[in-house]
């Protein structure tokens, strides 16, 4: 046997394993819980007043109490448009 042969064997065979470890994971995985929220998580957005100190941090610290005017997106919206719309524009 040459080289040739036996290299393409022991190919053939490591591809046979690694399919069969897969097919083997997958079959055998199971599925991810869902996270739950915290029960009061909205409860602990930072909100912004009026007359309350606006505090500069120099370097890393926790700020306990922070005065935030925006705070990202708390839901999601679907914004559809009409193709036509767009194309009549252009």
Not at 27 to 33: F, H, I, M, S, W
Not at 57 to 79: D, E, I
């Amino acid at each position: 046997m040459s080289w040739l042969v036996v290299a393409a064997v022991v190919a053939a065979v490591c591809s046979v394993i690694s399919l069969g470890m897969s097919i083997y994971a997958m079959l055998t995985a199971k599925n991810p819980e869902p996270p739950v929220p915290a029960p009061n998580a909205v409860n602990n957005i930072p909100t912004a007043e009026q007359g309350k100190a606006i505090p500069i941090v120099f370097g890393t610290r926790f700020v306990t109490q922070p005065n935030v005017v925006w705070w990202g997106n708390t839901h999601n919206v679907s914004n559809k448009v009409d193709p036509s719309v767009l194309q009549s524009r252009a």
